[in-house]
């Protein structure tokens, strides 16, 4: 895979690799931890990696001519009140209450959302594909 970075970081205690799809608009971001096994070392991992953080540390890597194999693999996820309860948290709970405005949605008033989901999926093979979908439900 070409223009491909590789660094090994030190806030990390891992080997981070970005590599870029289709020009800069989107990148897959690897974090192969270099100390340590198992889950407890993921673990540490995971409760470092703050957006500012990684993005300083994306920001510190140069370009490093690699070729990377990787394996095929497949996730999926899908979110149902897990993503209500997040909204909720982000102070977005008017629009679970009788009194959200969603006006452009109903003029007549009275319309609350009642439910949501979101499915996500990352498929890597030959190429790449990804796709997401959030629905609502609403209710009168």
């Not at 806030?11 to 800069?24: C, H, I, N, S, T």
């Not at 309860?85 to 452009?104: I, P, V």
């Amino acid at each position: 895979m070409s223009n491909s970075v590789s660094v090994d970081s030190k806030k990390f205690r891992a080997q981070v690799l970005e590599m870029p799809f289709r020009g800069d608009s989107a990148s897959m971001v690897v974090l192969l931890p270099r100390c340590g096994r198992g889950s407890k070392t993921v673990e540490w991992l995971v409760r470092r990696l703050k957006p500012k953080r990684l993005a300083f540390e994306l920001k510190a890597m140069r370009f490093v001519p690699l070729t990377v194999k990787f394996p095929k693999f497949s996730v999926e996820t899908t979110l149902n009140d897990e993503l209500i309860s997040t909204l909720k948290k982000m102070r977005m709970r008017k629009l679970f209450s009788s009194t959200a405005d969603l006006t452009n949605f109903a003029p007549d008033g009275g319309l609350l959302v009642n439910g949501a989901i979101h499915k996500a999926l990352i498929q890597v093979d030959e190429g790449v594909q990804t796709a997401a979908a959030t629905a609502s439900v609403l209710k009168k």
